[in-house]
Every structure is written in C-alpha cells, then in structure tokens.
T-cell receptor, first 113, second 113 residues
Framework: GNSVTQMEGPVTLSEEAFLTINCTYTATGYPSLFWYVQYPGEGLQLLLKATKADDKGSNKGFEATYRKETTSFHLEKGSVQVSDSAVYFCALSDVNRDDKIIFGKGTRLHILP | SQTIHQWPATLVQPVGSPLSLECTVEGTSNPNLYWYRQAAGRGLQLLFYSVGIGQISSEVPQNLSASRPQDRQFILSSKKLLLSDSGFYLC????????????FGPGTRLTVL
C-alpha cells in the first residue's frame, strides 16, 4: 500500500542554518505530495504541495521538488528562523483512493537563536 | 472563504464518561470530512472519514464513533472513555475529487483521567 517515510527528529539547528528534511514515498498511481506544518498547540497547515513529477512547491522560503525517479519530496530552506520551530509532516494523496491522505510520522524541528 | 471550527478546544474527562466533539465547516458544500487523533509525540491516525451525510467509514476499530447529521457537521463520540483515548483530535475537510489537499481545524486536546 501507499506509505510515507520521513526522517525522524528532533532536528535542532541554529538560526540561519540550511534545512533539509528527507521524505520518500511508496505509491501506486499518481499521488499528489504535500508538506504540512504544525505549530505548538495548533492544527496542521498546508505548507506546500506538488501534484505531478518535477513540480516544485514553495512557500515562506521552503521548497520541495516532486522526484518520481527517486520517489522523494525533500523539504529545504536556505536560512531557518526561530519561528520555523514546529513539527513538519510529509504526506501523499491519491484521488483515486477515496481522497485520503497518508501522513508521515512527522519531524520536530527546533531552531536555536 | 472556507473556515473550519472545532469545539471544545480543551476537555478533561474521567474514565467511563461520554464524549462529544463537534466540527463544523463553513463556506463549502458537500465536503469530505475526516477525524484524526494525534497521540503525544506521535503522528496522525485517521479515525473516520465521511463523503456525505450519514456516510461514515471507520479506519480503526475502537470505542469511538462518528456521525454526520448535516452536510457540514461532523461529530466524534464515545459512550465510555478510556485512558488511551487521551490525545489531540483534529477535524479536517477536503474538496472531493481534487488533488486531495485537506484543511485542518484547530484541534481539541482531550485528557482522560
């Protein structure tokens, strides 16, 4: 079945460091890929998405490219801020499968000032 | 624009008591609706999803149930809470047949004592 694997955290970085959170997936069909972010005590917010191979999603300085050949969707940011501290979830969906989303387990990110 | 509401925001209940959590969506019609649970330090677990009024699919056998009495109302219930029911409950909605992006509510923090 479909699945998402993302790097385990917590990830701790200093402010202005470069961020990569790895995500790989297994899927049949042509899924859409997402990164969601969850700030403390809140629900999830969509950070970015890509709906087909080679698409690049971007938002708030974060980027991720849909790589079909490596089945990956790694999240990157060139210079993180303290306000980026949150839990990040990689996810995939296939509209041919009841519109459900498969989430990774989440990666907690701590940014130190 | 669309908004999603959940209440209550926090809840402390004794073991064996009943539960009712409510979720409502505004600004859209015939959404897919979802209930997730997030246990402390863990990922998201899909509990129920609904594609229409009175149509509920359960993902995980448990002592919880869900109902959709109106198009944009989704209720999570239990007759007798267990300690293991503690967690952060998230409601979400999506537009059927699209890229599958889900929009999350602010969540309800449930503590069972």
């Amino acid at each position: 079945g479909n699945s998402v694997t993302q790097m385990e955290g917590p990830v701790t970085l200093s402010e202005e460091a470069f961020l990569t959170i790895n995500c790989t997936y297994t899927a049949t069909g042509y899924p859409s890929l997402f990164w969601y972010v969850q700030y403390p005590g809140e629900g999830l917010q969509l950070l970015l998405k890509a709906t087909k191979a080679d698409d690049k999603g971007s938002n708030k300085g974060f980027e991720a490219t849909y790589r079909k050949e490596t089945t990956s969707f790694h999240l990157e940011k060139g210079s993180v801020q303290v306000s980026d501290s949150a839990v990040y979830f990689c996810a995939l969906s296939d509209v041919n499968r009841d519109d459900k989303i498969i989430f990774g387990k989440g990666t907690r990110l701590h940014i130190l000032p | 624009s669309q908004t999603i509401h959940q209440w209550p925001a926090t809840l402390v209940q004794p073991v064996g008591s009943p539960l009712s959590l409510e979720c409502t969506v505004e600004g859209t019609s015939n959404p897919n609706l979802y209930w997730y649970r997030q246990a402390a330090g863990r990922g998201l677990q899909l509990l129920f999803y609904s594609v229409g009024i009175g149509q509920i699919s359960s993902e995980v056998p448990q002592n919880l149930s869900a109902s959709r009495p109106q198009d944009r109302q989704f209720i999570l219930s239990s007759k007798k809470l267990l300690l293991s029911d503690s967690g952060f409950y998230l409601c979400a909605w999506s537009v059927p047949g699209t890229s599958g992006e889900q929009f999350f509510g602010p969540g309800t923090r449930l503590t069972v004592l």
